[in-house]
Nanobody
């Protein structure tokens, strides 16, 4: 059983930056691909970024390419999401997920474990 705890959310003005962290415990962190997803009020949870278990590959949804960077530190059992040039449409609850599959998936239902989420609010 893997436990995930997100942190780093908050209120920021458009154009600002935030760095989200997701700390994992209870499992072998380096066995999991780690993804960031977000969910705005009234909308479904959507894919933001994913990093493979060893950190060698990353993938992003088009709307965040060039602005967000996902990274991980397997020695610290932590995955990060650096968010720059934030826009009001980035406002959402951000969740990290752990996926034990060898393939990379962007669908939330393929992920095995989830954190509780952290709120990101971008004001215009």
């Amino acid at each position: 059983q893997v436990q995930l705890v997100e942190s780093g959310g908050g209120l920021v003005q458009a154009g600002g930056s935030l760095r989200l962290s997701c700390a994992a415990s209870g499992g072998t962190f380096s066995n999991y691909n780690m993804g960031w997803f977000r969910q705005a009020p009234g909308k479904e949870r959507e894919f933001v970024a994913v990093i493979t278990s060893g950190g060698g590959s990353t993938f992003y949804t088009d709307s965040v390419k060039g602005r967000f960077t996902i990274s991980r530190d397997n020695a610290k059992n932590t995955v990060y999401l650096q968010m720059n040039s934030l826009k009001p449409e980035d406002t959402a609850v951000y969740y990290c997920g752990a996926d034990s599959d060898r393939l990379v998936f962007v669908t939330p239902k393929r992920y095995d474990y989830w954190g509780q989420g952290t709120q990101v609010t971008v004001s215009s």
